[in-house]
């Protein structure tokens, strides 16, 4: 799939819960599917900076392709590093780089969260799109 199939995929998803305690309910579940992070990356070097919470990413190039895994001590961020993850992670640094992020938008998220969550899930996705830039740069 696209990284485009995927957010349409997630943008179906939500818009089949009718209130927002289902979707946080829905992002909360999603964290529990995330592939969890090695305890050797929840390091500083690997945590977001600007996250309210603890969030660590780490990627791997896989045949060049960018696989990342992630973790977060706050139940709501790891739904939402899962739902990034879930994005972004198996495709090639250009499809990641070229990719908008509107799905986020769609979904209602960025609104549904406070101010530091907000800017947290901004941070995420920059340093993701960086992980993608770094790996772009060694090929």
Not at 1 to 23: K, L, P
Not at 28 to 44: A, M, N, R, V
Not at 64 to 93: E, N, Q, W, Y
């Amino acid at each position: 799939m696209t990284i485009q199939e995927i957010q349409e995929e997630i943008v179906d998803e939500f818009s089949m819960f009718d209130d927002w305690m289902q979707r946080y309910e829905y992002i909360i579940e999603l964290g529990k599917s995330l592939p969890l992070i090695d305890e050797q990356y929840k390091t500083d070097d690997y945590s977001i900076k600007g996250c309210q919470s603890k969030v660590w990413v780490h990627a791997d190039d896989e045949d060049g392709k960018v696989i990342f895994t992630a973790d977060s001590d706050a139940i709501l961020t790891k739904g939402i590093i899962a739902i990034l993850i879930r994005t972004f992670s198996g495709h090639t640094p250009q499809e990641i780089l070229d990719a908008n992020t509107d799905f986020i938008d769609e979904i209602g998220l960025k609104e549904h969260l406070s101010p530091t969550r907000a800017n947290g899930l901004v941070s995420m996705i920059k340093q993701i799109k960086m992980y993608a830039l770094a790996y772009q740069a060694k090929h």
